[in-house]
């Protein structure tokens, strides 16, 4: 068994919408949900920059609507992928952040910091929510926390879950291991409702969120747990039921009067406030208002959506969710009628329509609605941590065997895809393969790995490629031999040998070219010092600014108190007086901004003038 990391460790629900931190109880062979400060159990995944600061969790999502160029959220959705990815697109036109094309096609999210326009990658937004949640964790816990449990979508390929692996070392974070979200759900709900249990149990996960949907059928036996398949969706979650109402809600305002607020981007954030909000209503209510005062250019926008509309406008999503359920179950060959649970999870999945539809498809089973659907991924990532590191002494004895979400080959004549290790394969696992070369005394063979389920190898996902070069000369057929092997976090390293000399050659598929290079880490890492510096700067500036208020206002208390000012000299008085003017404009002068030694400068003033007469 693998060495396990010292301390304690902590799970790590990085979501499109909302991020989640808990951690193993070991005294209760539990796993805590950790609060933020704000006392809520989950943390908007969402940063915001202003002239002055920066702003992550709550607090960004509060002022989304006064600053909604340099709000971000959904970085998920953009982390691996390339700017022209379709997807990106679509998402442009409705995001009011703006989003260029950087190096290798690489999105990046332009803000305006401090007065300055910055560029930045989808990595480091993820990394300020990522050290947001390690703050919380480390104010809870009172002890700096390094090691992590960070969990993404199942469907999340593999450059997605690098740069997910990059924006948790960015946040100076020592990510033990990258986990799926329904695998760490399975693991939440197996071990809070199903101990004990020594029957073989199929759990069937449907975690739909703000961004991503994910199935995965986990069977759960004793203390193995299984995934069997996984299938999913990263394009489809809550914000695709929300841009519809909100498309519609636009369509409608347009046409009524007649103008056009699809470029005004705080009057789309409005609406998109106001849109959610009615969505969630809609899951426990048949109909619902939305109102928005002065939505644009003074007119107030107020209208009515029944559950039965909502549900019309997004009917084509409900149902391609239940197509991508159908197919967890054919890749699991396992039949419906055999399957023991169904589990919820993500804030979507509160939706009744789903629900019906979910059970519909299960032959009128009960679903499951016992475990915290906001809190289970999280719950799972802290156990998983656990079991990685010193913090679990209990004897949980866990296997977790997990799987890979998408095919891997290599491209060979005439593009076509060769799979080694086809899709749902259990990790780690190992697959071999003597392939010919083409031509005659061929030199060089080029072997080019490709993700993904296309049987043209150019329509997948290119992960790398490699020459095994000098070949013996030989007629075409000579064989190669090729073989993939996949560790248990899912990296890959393929290896090529020509079979009659042994020549070989080794790579690990490290995706460099949509992955952040070393370089670029490291000076994002410094960048996120700075980020913290200012921020810490901020916080001085503002405690300064308060130490200051306070003391005016005791100073003026006792002026205004007779006995206490009958005791002053009147040439002192005066003295007082001009310094409590100034010590004011200084607080409330709507001038530039004030830095925090002028604060403490006029602090130290009023104190040496003051405390001699209150002594
Ligand atoms: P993620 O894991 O992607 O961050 P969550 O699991 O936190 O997402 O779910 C967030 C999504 O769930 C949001 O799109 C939100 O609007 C939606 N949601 C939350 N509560 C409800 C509800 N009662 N009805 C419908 N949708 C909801
Ligand atoms: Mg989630």
Redesign the pocket.
């Known amino acids: 068994m693998a060495t396990k990391h010292k301390g304690h460790a902590i799970g790590i ?1 990085l ?5 989640c931190v808990a951690v193993w109880d070991d005294q209760n062979g539990v796993a805590k949900i950790i609060h933020n400060e704000q006392g809520n159990r ?1 943390t908007p ?1 969402c940063v915001a920059f202003t002239d002055s600061h920066r702003l992550v969790g709550d607090a960004a999502k509060n002022q989304a609507a006064f600053n909604p160029k340099n709000t971000i959220f959904d970085a998920k959705r953009l982390i691996g992928r390339k700017f022209s990815d379709s997807i990106i697109q679509d998402d442009l036109k409705l995001w009011p952040f703006k989003v260029v094309s950087g190096v290798n096609d690489k999105p990046l999210i332009s803000v305006e910091y401090k007065g300055e326009e910055k560029l930045l990658a989808a990595e480091e937004i993820s990394s300020m929510i990522l050290t947001k949640m390690k703050e919380i964790a480390e104010a809870f816990l009172e002890s700096p926390e390094k090691n992590a449990v960070i969990t993404v979508p199942a469907y999340f390929n593999d450059s997605q879950r690098k740069a997910t692996q990059d924006a948790g070392a960015i946040a100076g974070l020592n990510v033990m291991k990258i986990i799926n979200e329904p695998t760490a759900a399975a693991l939440a709900y197996g071990l809070q409702k199903r101990s004990n249990c020594s029957e073989e149990r199929n759990v069937f996960v449907f975690d739909l ?4 949907f994910d199935v995965s059928l986990v069977t759960i036996k004793g203390d193995v747990y299984q995934v069997k398949a996984t299938a999913g969706d990263t394009q489809l ?3 695709d039921f ?1 841009n519809r109402m909100i498309d519609y809600f636009v369509k409608d305002f347009n046409k009524k009067n007649n103008v056009d607020i699809s470029e005004n981007p705080r009057s789309l954030r409005r609406l998109r406030t106001a849109c ?1 909000r009615a ?2 209503n809609l ?1 426990f209510a048949k109909q619902t208002t939305i109102e928005v005062d002065s939505l644009f250019q003074g007119t107030d926008f107020y209208s009515l959506i029944t559950r039965s509309r909502f549900e019309e406008l997004n009917k084509d999503l409900f149902l391609k969710c239940m197509d991508t359920v159908e197919k967890c179950l054919v890749d699991a060959k396992v039949d419906k009628n055999n399957v023991h649970d169904v589990v919820l999870v ?3 999945s ?2 009744p329509k789903l629900q019906d539809l979910l059970q519909e498809f299960f032959l009128g089973k009960d679903l499951c609605r016992s475990i915290n ?2 809190e289970a991924v999280a719950y799972g990532a802290a156990v998983q941590a656990a079991l990685l590191s010193e913090s679990m002494n209990t004897a949980l004895d866990l296997v977790l065997l997990d799987v890979t979400p998408l095919s891997l080959g290599i491209s060979t004549k005439g593009d076509v895809m060769c799979v080694f290790i086809p899709r749902n394969s259990v990790l780690p696992t190992k697959h071999e393969k003597l392939l010919g070369t083409f031509e005659d005394n061929q030199s060089t063979a080029k072997i080019a790995v490709y993700e993904g389920e296309r049987s043209r190898a150019s329509d997948n996902n290119l992960l790398g490629l490699f020459c095994l070069t000098d070949l013996d000369p030989s007629p075409r057929r000579h064989p190669i031999k090729v073989c993939f092997d996949l560790d248990e976090n899912g990296i890959l390293k393929v290896y090529a040998e020509e079979s009659k000399t042994g020549k070989k050659k080794e790579v690990t598929i490290v995706n460099d070219k949509k992955r952040l290079t070393a370089q670029e880490i490291k000076r994002m890492i410094q960048e996120a010092e700075m980020y913290k510096e200012d921020d810490e700067k901020f916080k001085e500036n503002v405690e300064a600014k308060i130490a200051l208020e306070e003391y005016v206002y005791m100073m003026s208390g006792f002026m205004e108190d007779g006995k206490v000012s009958s005791k002053i000299k009147s040439s002192e008085k005066k003295n007082i007086e001009v310094a409590i003017e100034e010590a004011r404009e200084l607080l409330d002068g709507n001038q530039k901004k004030v830095e925090t030694a002028e604060f403490e400068k006029c602090l130290q003033k009023l104190r040496s003038i003051f405390d001699p007469i209150i002594m």
């Open positions: 629900d979501g499109t919408k909302y991020s989950t995944s969120g703000g961004g991503t979650g809550g914000e929300d959610e969505k969630m899951s993500g804030g979507s509160r939706i659907p906001d």
